[in-house]
């Protein structure tokens, strides 16, 4: 197929590009600058000049393809700085203007499949029992546009198949795990919330492969998490021993209850179910659960 792909240079776009290639399918992505655009070369995709924010330049780009990918995002580089004060100003633009503009320009063009990222961990706290798709969600301040980005996604389905995909929490060999171990260093967790409340993750690789898989299932919304949501000590936990760092003390109540409403979301214990994906795409993540992703992702160059 002919897929075009906006985020193609970010941390999912980066690995689901070499994915479809390899498939044989021709992709093209949305390139800004001459930046990107070289980005864009290297993962050999065809760059494709375009403005997110507007639909001609959008439809130009996307005319004569079968699926649109929308991974497009501005996620704050690090923990600290995703706590400031508009931090998230520009990922909100993207996912309430930018989500539409390539939902109105791909239905324009005819395009007859629109994959758009969203965010898993949007759901209330629900203890230990397991959340699906079906669950009402409660997104915080910071996020609410995820549901902006699905809207458009769902408004696609009108005229083609709008498949939104919720990941979970992502991680892998990158600057923000390299800031949790190093608090973990220091003797804190880098997670909030009880130790024994569940955190719902995914490694970027398993991200990447999702996205490939849900060319081929029906329209809807899909929880795209790990087989086994770990407890969050256990996460901590396992995380430490791969690392060879003594098991962290967690981050005080108090703390929490300041940190704002990312802070507060994080706390919630979201035990997040992958079952409605697995049957409608046969995918399944490489790694079960985070504990047994940490041997590979520490093994990475960026994290040595």
Same mark, same amino acid.
């Given at each position: 197929?002919?897929?075009?792909?906006?985020?193609?240079?970010?941390?999912? !776009?980066?690995?689901?590009?070499?994915?479809?290639?390899?498939? !044989?399918?021709?992709?093209?992505? +949305?390139?800004?600058? *001459?930046?990107?655009?070289?980005?864009?070369?290297?993962?050999?995709?065809?760059?494709?000049? /375009?403005?997110?924010?507007?639909?001609?330049?959008?439809?130009?780009?996307? *005319?004569?393809?079968?699926?649109?990918?929308? +991974?497009?995002?501005?996620?704050?580089?690090?923990?600290?700085?995703?706590?400031?004060?508009? /931090?998230?100003?520009?990922?909100?633009?993207?996912?309430?203007?930018?989500? $539409? /503009?390539?939902?109105? $320009? &791909?239905?324009?063009?005819?395009?007859?499949?629109?994959?758009?990222?969203?965010?898993?961990?949007?759901?209330?706290?629900?203890?230990?029992?397991?959340?699906?798709?079906?669950?009402?969600?409660?997104? *915080?301040?910071?996020?609410?546009? #995820?549901?902006? &980005?699905?809207?458009?996604?769902?408004?696609?389905?009108?005229?083609?198949?709008?498949?939104? +995909?919720?990941? /979970?929490?992502?991680?892998?060999?990158?600057?923000?795990?390299?800031?949790?171990?190093?608090?973990?260093?220091?003797?804190?967790?880098?997670?909030?919330?009880?130790?024994?409340?569940?955190?719902?993750?995914?490694?970027?690789?398993?991200? #990447?492969?999702?996205?490939?898989? $849900?060319?081929?299932?029906?329209?809807?919304?899909?929880?795209?998490?790990?087989?086994?949501?770990?407890?969050? !000590?256990?996460?901590?936990?396992?995380?430490?021993? *791969?690392?060879?760092?003594?098991?962290?003390?967690?981050?005080?109540?108090?703390?929490?209850?300041?940190?704002?409403?990312?802070?507060?979301?994080?706390?919630?214990?979201?035990?997040?179910?992958?079952?409605?994906?697995?049957? #409608?795409?046969?995918?399944?993540?490489?790694?079960?659960?985070? !504990?047994?992703?940490?041997?590979?992702?520490?093994?990475?160059?960026?994290?040595?």
């Amino acid at each position: 197929m002919n897929v075009f792909v906006t985020g193609a240079t970010g941390v999912i !776009g980066s690995r689901v590009v070499p994915l479809l290639l390899n498939d !044989g399918h021709r992709v093209s992505a +949305l390139a800004r600058s *001459a930046a990107s655009r070289s980005a864009v070369e290297r993962l050999k995709a065809v760059p494709v000049e /375009a403005d997110i924010f507007e639909v001609g330049s959008l439809r130009r780009a996307m *005319a004569g393809h079968d699926v649109v990918i929308n +991974l497009a995002t501005s996620i704050p580089s690090s923990a600290t700085t995703m706590m400031l004060p508009g /931090a998230w100003r520009a990922n909100d633009r993207i996912r309430r203007e930018g989500s $539409a /503009a390539v939902a109105s $320009a &791909a239905k324009a063009e005819g395009v007859g499949r629109m994959i758009q990222e969203s965010f898993a961990p949007i759901y209330p706290d629900h203890g230990d029992e397991w959340i699906d798709e079906s669950m009402v969600v409660a997104p *915080a301040k910071y996020n609410r546009t #995820a549901l902006d &980005a699905e809207r458009s996604a769902q408004q696609f389905t009108l005229d083609g198949v709008g498949v939104v +995909l919720r990941f /979970a929490a992502l991680y892998g060999p990158d600057a923000l795990l390299a800031e949790m171990l190093g608090m973990m260093r220091r003797g804190w967790s880098p997670l909030p919330g009880s130790r024994t409340a569940y955190f719902s993750s995914l490694s970027q690789d398993d991200a #990447a492969t999702a996205v490939v898989a $849900a060319l081929g299932v029906p329209a809807g919304i899909y929880n795209i998490v790990e087989d086994e949501p770990m407890r969050r !000590g256990d996460w901590v936990r396992s995380l430490a021993r *791969a690392a060879g760092i003594g098991e962290p003390k967690p981050i005080p109540r108090w703390l929490v209850a300041v940190g704002g409403s990312m802070m507060k979301l994080m706390a919630r214990s979201q035990r997040i179910s992958n079952a409605r994906f697995k049957a #409608a795409s046969g995918w399944a993540p490489r790694y079960r659960s985070a !504990g047994d992703a940490w041997p590979d992702v520490l093994a990475r160059p960026t994290m040595r």
